[in-house]
């Protein structure tokens, strides 16, 4: 008879030697006995010293010997979330050891075993187990770097050693998370040492591809819980370029803590010399986070035409950091450093990276308050303009304190609003013709008043006045040499924006539940600027001093076509905007020098393409068109046709195209017709077409292409196709970078990616174009 409810319990009292207690047991353990019988098909409800009860039930005879029950028969062992299973076992009641042959299984919690024999004990945990296939049921954090699966962990192995409950040392062991019965991939050790929630170590292991052997590793670490980030050296890289020659490399990733991590590399380039790399993150609050990135080469260059070698090595770094502080502060650093132009072009791994020819570093420290705004800032950008001789433009604003308000209105009932904006600070530029003091010294402060008025809801006027005075240290005199005097440039200002009545049409198509609404809207602002009478004296350092004096009218007319289906809300469907001005002072108070290329504040907040060599009286026209249908297709095109040339100047067009969930599409191309010499001519397409994403299960394809239709010439390509399983993929990719003569080069990568561990080869995340 099966017993199916427990006996009372009986207390044993705590004044009681171990050697009465344990005889306790031992007479508790011989009446539960007595009480089951020992017929067939019994349970025992053995108590355990250290609390709990030790269920045991087979099919078979049951019997007992001292402290020693045995059981035979589908064995079932069952003590809290343990579970032991096997066709013999032997469980000693005074030492809680436990030992099993025949199809034996052992189960706690997200851990499997199933071996031919085994000890263990189950009070302490710890058991050894021969011939064993196990699995461990990992849960993993989803990671968009990183192939991730949610097989477990399963492994074979000569012998297992249980130390605890969530501790193992595997000998002869192999290792995999895909399908034991079919792995694609296995790690086989002589030795592992396995922390469940924290990680795998293998000891003088290999690497196995399809069962066979390929790669040697004396020591390795993988994760083995949720947490994908562990220490150690990284899988190595090594490969093949036209350029560099073979290289090969590795790397050392240090993450101390779960907020915090580090990575080391370098590589062996054997046309050039070596590369280095570190990078850090840490996110030390939710608020705060720090990124730095270095790369360097150590290059001994490229014979030229008469076999001199010309080194292009060098480096570049990033620091990145943002915090948010107390009281409502805000800080924000992005500082960039490039050693040379060439170096970004010999060395750069992607195309839109290399023809970057702009460096950028900015600081910033920004409270706002009641409707001020404090602002301490430094700035420093550097423009590459030519290859050979490098010549390139530095501009730097700092330091930079500036303090300003919006609109305040002192007069509830008077729709007259006032605010002012003022900076101090220290700026500094240098070219191959001029180069000013480090630090030369520019103030400026400027309130303005502000009245917005209504003519019944279908005319609005807001009319602003401003007055703007500004002091610059150093200045250029008559002939555009540099003197340390100061200038002090007086301006007012005026603007007035008119808004005519907006039309609009509600309407719906036939056998449609959609409804339309078409709006026009025309606007017109006229702005005035008076006091600029020594522009050409004033150094330029930045936007503000490109002001010039100016009269002038901006007109346009903006289109919208909106859609709205049932209760949801409207969207845009469509905007055209058409847009021109006209100046009134053509010569923009005699700013406009004849015959060059003229920049300044009233010219370049239409287009940043530069069309003024001369007097102008109106702008060229910009035509924007917008199309956005339901968020899967995105489509622009800008067009700017000069009246006064009676041409297209500039034509640019962007079209975004993702009509189901894997596939995508983007097409780019940028014609530039100006004089050349206002603007270099250029004609460009660039295009990207891909089917997947990184770490999608399956076929995944992707490819890449620049080029310059004006010298009919391929700039750069890259195909790249990846095929990910359920517990590994590969990665192919060839591409081609033609950089005029710094540079053509061809690469070939192919990376093998393991699920929840990393990528082997020298395919990098970063350079991937899904």
């Known amino acids: 008879m099966v017993h199916e409810k ?23 353990c011989a009446f539960y006995v007595a009480a089951a019988g020992a017929a067939a098909g019994q349970r025992l409800r053995l108590p355990s010293s250290k609390g709990g009860i030790v269920e045991i039930s087979s099919s078979g005879p049951q019997r007992r010997q001292g402290d020693v029950f045995s059981a035979d028969g589908d064995v079932d062992i069952r003590y809290g979330d343990l579970r032991l299973r096997a066709d013999h076992v032997e469980y000693n009641a005074k030492t809680a050891d436990t030992f099993a042959r025949g199809h034996l299984q052992f189960d706690y919690l997200n851990q499997h075993l199933e071996a031919d024999e085994g000890q263990y004990n189950v009070h302490s945990g710890r058991g050894t187990f021969r011939k064993v296939r196990g699995a461990v049921k990992l849960e993993r954090h989803p990671n968009p770097a990183l192939l991730v699966t949610d097989n477990p962990l399963s492994f074979e192995a000569e012998e297992v050693e249980r130390l605890g409950d969530d501790e193992y040392i595997i000998r002869r062991a192999r290792l995999t998370v895909c399908d034991p019965s079919r792995p694609k991939w296995q790690f086989y050790a002589p030795r592992a040492h396995i922390r469940i929630g924290k990680k795998a170590a293998l000891v003088n292991a290999n690497f196995r591809l399809f069962r066979v052997p390929l790669i040697w590793i004396p020591y390795a670490t993988a ?67 720090i990124f730095y990135n270095y790369f360097g080469v150590r290059d001994r260059g490229l014979p030229d035409a008469s076999g001199v070698l010309q080194p292009q090595g060098g480096h570049q770094q990033q620091f990145e950091a943002f915090a948010l502080l107390p009281n409502g502060w805000r800080a924000v650093a992005d500082v960039n450093q490039l050693s040379s132009l060439t170096f970004r072009l010999a060395f750069a791994e992607t195309f839109g990276e290399a023809v970057n020819s702009e460096v950028r570093s900015a600081l910033f420290l920004t409270n706002n308050f009641h409707g001020f705004s404090l602002n301490f800032a430094a700035v420093h950008d550097k423009s590459f303009l030519t290859l ?68 019944g809801p279908w005319l609005g006027v807001t009319t602003t006045a401003a007055f703007r005075t500004a002091r610059y240290g150093a200045s250029l005199d008559d002939s555009g040499a540099l003197i340390e005097k100061s200038i002090l440039r007086n301006t007012g200002e005026f603007t007035l924006d008119l808004r005519p009545p907006v039309l609009e049409k509600i309407f719906s198509m036939p056998r449609s539940t959609a409804r339309w609404k078409h709006s026009i809207e025309p606007e017109i602002t006229y702005r005035y600027v008076t006091g600029v009478h020594n522009f050409d004296r004033l150094i330029r350092f930045d936007q ?156 995944n394809l992707a490819a890449g292409v620049s080029y310059d239709i004006t010298r009919s010439f391929l700039q750069n390509y890259t195909i790249q196709g990846s095929y990910n399983g359920s517990c590994c993929g590969i990665t192919v990719e060839y591409r081609r970078l033609a950089l005029g003569t710094v540079r053509t080069e061809n690469q070939l990568r192919v990376a093998f990616v393991i699920a929840n561990i990393g990528t082997f080869g020298n395919v990098r995340r970063q350079e991937k174009i899904f």
Request: proline share 7%.
């Open 388 to 455: 050979q001789p490098e010549t390139s433009v530095v501009l730097r604003n700092a330091p930079e304190a500036r303090f300003s308000s919006v609109e305040q209105a002192p007069w509830k009932q008077l729709p007259v609003y006032f605010a002012f904006s003022a900076f101090a600070g220290a700026v500094h530029r240098s070219d191959q013709n001029l180069n000013t003091a480090a630090a030369v010294q520019r103030s400026e402060f400027a309130p303005r008043v502000t009245i917005p008025l209504h003519f």
């Open 223 to 289: 994760p083995a819980g949720r947490n994908v980030r562990q220490s150690g050296f990284l899988i190595p890289d090594a490969g093949n370029s036209t350029r560099k020659g073979f290289f090969f490399g590795d790397a050392y990733y240090w993450a101390p803590t779960s907020w915090m991590d580090a990575t080391l590399g370098a590589q062996f380039l054997s046309r050039r010399g070596s590369s280095q790399r570190v990078e850090f993150r840490a996110r030390p609050s939710e608020s705060s986070s």
């Open 6 to 28: 427990p006996f009372p319990k009986v207390k044993i009292p705590a004044s009681f030697r171990p050697t009465a207690r344990r005889a306790c047991c031992a007479l508790l």
């Open 544 to 699: 503000d001093s490109t002001l010039t004096d100016t009269s002038e009218v901006e007109y346009s007319i903006t289109q919208r076509l909106f859609r709205k289906d049932g209760d949801g809300p409207a969207e845009e469907f469509l905007s055209w905007r058409v847009l021109q001005k006209h100046y009134f002072d053509p010569t923009f108070g005699g700013a406009i020098v004849p015959g060059r290329r003229n920049v300044f504040e009233a010219l370049n907040s239409i287009t940043p393409f530069a069309f003024a060599d001369g007097p102008r009286t109106v702008s060229p026209v910009i035509s924007d068109v917008k199309i956005s249908p339901a968020g899967r297709y995105d489509a622009e095109q800008i067009l700017e046709y000069d009246t006064q040339q009676g041409r297209l100047t500039a034509i640019g067009t962007l079209a975004k195209v993702k009509p189901y969930g894997n596939f995508f599409a983007t097409v780019a191309h940028f014609r530039v017709e100006a004089d050349p010499a206002l603007q270099s001519f250029s004609n460009q397409v660039r295009a990207l077409a891909g089917y997947g994403e990184l770490n999608r299960k399956g076929l």
